[in-house]
């Protein structure tokens, strides 16, 4: 059983920057691709980015490519979403997710609690 615990959520004015972390359980980084997705009011849960299964290459998508980093501290069990830029279309809840390599499309085994982001125009 995976676990994965996001923290670091919160307002931030339009421009501003947030730094999320996910914690995960176990051998999960070596097992599963890592990454974020978010889902904003009234809209589907889309991807963000995430790590490739068995350390493939990152990938970030398009909307928040030059904003968004994900990056991990393996050491840790931690991976991170450094959010630069931020504008109000980001405000959504954000959320770790676990799962094979196409996590991207959302074939996603494992799911965080979530963490609001909240950008103020």
């Known amino acids: 059983q995976v676990q994965l615990a996001e923290s670091g959520g919160g307002l931030v004015q339009a421009g501003g920057s947030l730094r999320l972390s996910c914690a995960a359980s176990?051998?999960?980084?070596?097992?599963?691709?890592v990454g974020w997705f978010r889902q904003a009011p009234g809209k589907e849960r889309e991807f963000v980015a995430a790590?490739?299964?068995?350390?493939?290459?990152?990938e970030h998508a398009d909307s928040v490519k030059g904003r968004f980093t994900i990056s991990k501290d393996s050491d840790k069990s931690t991976v991170y979403l450094q959010m630069n830029s931020l504008k109000p279309e980001d405000t959504a809840v954000y959320y770790c997710?676990?799962?094979?390599?196409?996590?991207?499309?959302?074939?996603?085994?494992?799911w965080g609690q979530g963490t609001q982001v909240t950008v103020s125009s």
């Open positions: 997710a676990a799962g094979g390599p196409k996590i991207k499309y959302g074939y996603v085994d494992y």
């Open positions: 176990g051998r999960t980084f070596t097992t599963y691709a």
């Open positions: 790590y490739g299964w068995r350390g493939g290459n990152l």
